[in-house]
Structure formats: structure tokens, C-alpha cells
């Protein structure tokens, strides 16, 4: 397609060349046929130099006067062509980005423009999309525990409420309160993580012995459900932002030991594969059904909204997750059954590339 295309237009300045020859050669010899019928009928005095100059100034004279008249008439098409582009334009900078301008297909002097502008609306009208859907998810999210806080506030105005339950209400709101800091901790991590990659402090450090280190972090955790952790690391380094990697190793863990039953298994492996280090973080736990995979590492996304919503999360660690290996221009993969656990594979390179 892109061959034949290549030759239409080559063909079509082919065919504008000639155009142009053909209209200076019909316009050079009409005026050398009209300046010849002068000459005979008045004779003027004039030399043979001369009348040669006045036959070219009368030619150029009139090839000019014949481009004029045609751009004159295909100018009206161009400015309604014109037109309908700036009138997309500014319907997009007011919001609309439905915009799609069509019937430009002939007109190769205005295709590449008007294909631009297509993809540009559509590109706005996909962040509009999201920016809506954002805004409405954080909406949604911060009423859930402003509702709960506000009830159990109220609650605890009561005169006949109990020493046992006041304190039950008030552990309810200090957990809410936490839920709202972590959320607005993790959208400023987000927010921060979008800005210049360039701008992050890289350093060549030992993979396996981060790892490890977020295992021993984590342990209270993994050893109040009695969870058995199981590491198979290779002494790996990597280049990157120590920081932030430990942040996925940590989120990835934290998620293992929230949906491992009591007394489930984790297993954490490094190995390398080409110039990639291989992380995989796997359980035995609930697992997620398929229709859920595609969508875990959006903002907001819960595959278990139920139990993540009683366990203090905001939907938004795996989104941080995936930010971060996306920055060290690595990949993360998953593989879930329900009933059988998940499995996450993540890739970084070696070495950092800026």
C-alpha cells in the first residue's frame, strides 16, 4: 500500500509538471502568435531584439495571468477546505473532541493535516475519558470513609454508649483516617512518578539482598497469618532507582500476604533472563478470575472490592506498580486462577537506560 501510494504521488507531480510546461508553452506561443498578427498589420519600427523582448514580456505576462485565473478558480474550494479545518480546531479547543473531519481522502495537501487532527482529537477525547473517570473514582473513593467517619462520629455522641463500643467506633475512624492519608500519599506517588524519569537518582545496587530485606520488613505480617515464605534468589545487580523498586517488591509482598489464607505459602525467586532480572512474587491464595486481570493495574481497580475495601485499600498499589517498572522500562506479567493463587513476573534491566 505504502508503494503504491509513494507512486501516485510521484505520478501526480509528474502530471503538475506537465501541466505547468503544457500552459507556458501554449501561453508562449499564443503570444508570439499574437504579437506576429500585430507586427504585420502595423510594422512597427522595431528591431529584431526588440520584438523577441516584447514576445518574451507578453508571454510571461500572460502565463502569469493564466495561473492567476485557475488559482482563482479552484480558490474557493481551498478556503471552504480551509475553513472546515478551522472551524475542527476550534470546536476541540472548546471541548468537543468528537470532532472527525472527513472527505479529505483526494486532497493530498490537506491529508496529512486533517489526519493529524483526528488522531489528536481522538487522543484528547481518550485523557477526557480518563480525566472523567479519575475524578469520579477519587469522588467515590474518599465519600466510602468521610461516610463512615461522619456515622461512627455521630455515633459516638450518644450518652448510653458503652466503653467497649466508644472505642470500637474510634478505632473504626482512626482506620478510616489512615485509609484517606494512605490514598492521598498514593495519588502525590502517582502524580510525582509522571513527571521526568530523567530527574530520578539511579544507583547499581544488589537485587537479591533488597529482597530479602523487604521479606525481613514484612514479617510481622506474613507471621500473624502463620504464612511460609519461600526465596530462591540469585546474587543479581541492577541499575535503577533503589527507592522506588523497593516500593514494588514491597506492594507486590504486601498484596501476596493479604489474599494468602492463614497458614498459605509465598514464594519470592530472582534469576535473570537475557540482560532482564526476573522477580516473581507467587501465592497460593484467592486468585482472580480472568476478567479481572486485564484491569488490576488501572487506578481504582479492585478484583476483590469487598475484601480490599475492608483490608485498608485504596486500589491504587498496583497502579504505582506498574508506573515504576514502566519507568525502568521493564514489564510486569501476572497469571491468576481463583481458588489457586496469583503469580507476578516482573522484568528489569540490568542497566539503566536514560
Not at 140 to 164: C, K, V
Not at 242 to 249: A, F, M, Y
Not at 256 to 278: C, D, M, N
Amino acid at each position: 500500500m505504502t508503494f503504491w501510494r509513494r507512486a501516485g504521488e510521484i505520478l501526480l507531480r509528474i502530471g503538475q509538471i506537465l501541466v505547468i510546461l503544457a500552459c507556458f508553452g501554449t501561453t508562449w506561443s499564443l503570444a508570439r502568435w499574437v504579437t506576429a498578427a500585430v507586427y504585420r498589420k502595423w510594422e512597427p519600427p522595431f528591431s529584431a531584439y526588440v520584438i523577441d523582448l516584447l514576445n518574451v514580456i507578453f508571454g510571461v505576462i500572460l502565463f502569469f495571468l493564466v495561473v492567476l485565473l485557475i488559482s482563482a478558480m479552484f480558490r474557493p474550494r481551498q478556503l471552504r477546505s480551509l475553513n472546515i479545518v478551522i472551524d475542527a480546531i476550534r470546536r476541540i479547543s472548546q471541548g468537543d473532541f468528537s470532532v472527525r473531519i472527513v472527505g479529505f481522502e483526494r486532497m493530498r495537501e490537506f491529508e496529512t493535516i486533517v489526519n493529524s487532527i483526528n488522531e489528536m482529537a481522538g487522543a484528547l477525547g481518550q485523557m477526557e475519558t480518563m480525566r472523567q473517570d479519575f475524578i469520579s473514582n477519587v469522588s467515590h473513593e474518599i465519600q466510602s470513609p468521610l461516610t463512615s467517619i461522619r456515622g461512627f462520629a455521630r455515633a459516638l455522641r450518644r450518652p448510653d454508649l458503652s466503653p467497649e463500643k466508644r472505642n470500637h467506633y474510634l478505632e473504626i475512624i482512626e482506620s478510616e483516617s489512615r485509609r484517606l492519608a494512605q490514598m492521598s500519599d498514593n495519588l502525590l506517588k502517582l502524580s510525582a512518578l509522571e513527571t521526568d524519569r530523567a530527574s530520578l537518582q539511579t544507583n547499581r545496587f544488589r537485587l537479591d539482598r533488597q529482597l530479602q530485606n523487604v521479606v525481613l520488613a514484612c514479617e510481622p505480617q506474613w507471621l500473624a497469618k502463620n504464612i511460609q515464605i519461600q526465596m530462591e534468589v540469585s546474587a543479581l545487580e541492577v541499575e535503577g532507582a533503589e527507592d522506588l523498586l523497593s516500593q514494588v517488591w514491597m506492594n507486590l509482598l504486601h498484596n501476596s500476604i493479604k489474599f494468602t489464607p492463614e497458614g498459605g505459602e509465598i514464594r519470592v525467586s530472582l534469576t535473570s533472563e537475557g540482560e532482564r532480572a526476573v522477580v516473581t512474587v507467587a501465592d497460593n491464595g484467592i486468585g482472580m478470575f480472568e476478567q479481572d486481570l486485564v484491569h488490576i493495574f488501572e487506578r481504582f481497580y479492585k478484583a476483590d472490592k469487598s475484601r480490599t475495601r475492608s483490608d485498608g485499600g485504596s486500589g491504587l498499589g498496583l497502579s504505582i506498580v506498574k508506573k515504576i517498572v514502566d519507568i525502568h522500562q521493564g514489564e510486569i506479567t501476572v497469571t491468576s486462577e481463583p481458588g489457586k493463587g496469583s503469580s507476578f513476573n516482573v522484568f528489569i534491566p540490568f542497566r539503566w537506560k536514560p
